[in-house]
């Protein structure tokens, strides 16, 4: 059974550009985890998604950052417009329950 | 106020020491886990405690739901488990992270 895998592990995005985040859940998993990690920070919960649904998306900001996980195909963590500020490593997680999770190795962003 | 405190930050062992790193948080939860990351970034999650105690090789977990305290503890600590530990307590609906103890273990 393969691990969480997240595409790309790195991205390069210039300021006003878009960067799309993939994250495949291992087989059997319905529940998926997106945080970020700013650097010299701590891992920050986004968002909580369980197939076609947004469970809770308190972590999000507001403007430009959108998720969905849709019924085929993985997770995708859009920006809009990015800025230097969403510099930053994205981690998702997928779950077969809403207890244990396991992590994907990383999508590393930076923003020129 | 933090939901999570980690103790110590930072923190830096001879090898075969025992460590201690400890968690307070103040959210309610249904599970905690504690987590590993390494230099390179990856994560790992090492325990998921819901009551009591785990043991996994010289990894040991603690948790008191009624003081809302855990604890990692590791045995005769190795250059190996030099990495950061997170403490991330979940809801049930998300997961609350401490900011890490980062750990150094020299030979």
């Known amino acids: 059974n393969a691990g969480v895998m997240q595409n790309p592990r790195h991205l390069v995005r210039r300021r006003g550009q878009e960067a799309r985040l993939r994250c495949s859940p291992m087989k059997g998993h319905s529940h998926v985890y997106w945080y970020r990690q700013l650097p010299e920070e701590g891992l920050k919960f986004m968002v909580y998604l369980q197939k076609e649904n947004i469970i809770d998306e308190s972590g999000m900001p507001k403007e430009r950052f959108s998720a969905e996980f849709p019924k085929e195909g993985p997770s995708i963590l859009r920006i809009q417009q990015v800025v230097r500020g969403d510099s930053a490593a994205y981690f998702c997680?997928?779950?077969?329950?809403?207890?244990?999770?396991?992590f994907g190795p990383g999508t590393r962003l930076t923003v020129t | 106020k933090n939901e999570v405190e980690q103790s110590p930050q930072n923190l830096t062992a001879q090898e075969g020491e025992f460590i201690t790193i400890n968690c307070s948080y103040s959210v309610g939860i249904s599970a905690l886990h504690w987590l590993q990351q390494h230099p390179g970034g990856g994560i790992v999650s090492l325990f998921m405690?819901?009551?009591g105690k785990k043991k996994h090789g010289r990894l040991i977990a603690t948790i008191n739901i009624q003081e809302k305290h855990s604890s990692l503890h590791i045995t005769a600590s190795h250059p190996r488990d030099s990495a950061v530990y997170i403490c991330?307590?979940?809801?049930?609906?998300?997961?609350?992270f401490g900011t890490g103890t980062s750990l150094t273990v020299i030979p």
């Open positions: 997680a997928s779950s077969p329950s809403t207890r244990e999770q396991y």
């Open positions: 405690l819901s009551s």
């Open positions: 991330a307590p979940y809801t049930g609906n998300q997961f609350y």
